[in-house]
């Protein structure tokens, strides 16, 4: 992963803590990413739960997204 991914990443997880992504769409893909990185698994919990949870509904994949 290179550093420019690193960081765009690192924003986001900042935007979405501090509430500042602009939609529910944003906030799927956001976690459809952390999903196929693996990182919703490493950070504290509630994101692992969070990513359950949308997988669980359907809005999510539980892996790499075939549509990205």
Partial sequence: MSLPK???LLQ???DFE??????EQEVID???DLINTGMAW???GSY???AA???DQGLVT???SVLH
């Fill in 6 to 8: 690193n960081h765009d």
């Fill in 53 to 55: 949870s949308l997988i």
């Fill in 12 to 14: 986001r997880i900042i």
């Fill in 42 to 44: 490493r950070l504290q």
């Fill in 18 to 23: 501090e509430g500042n992504m602009e939609s």
């Fill in 48 to 50: 692992g739960r969070t």
């Fill in 30 to 32: 956001f976690f459809q």
């Fill in 62 to 64: 539980d892996g790499p």
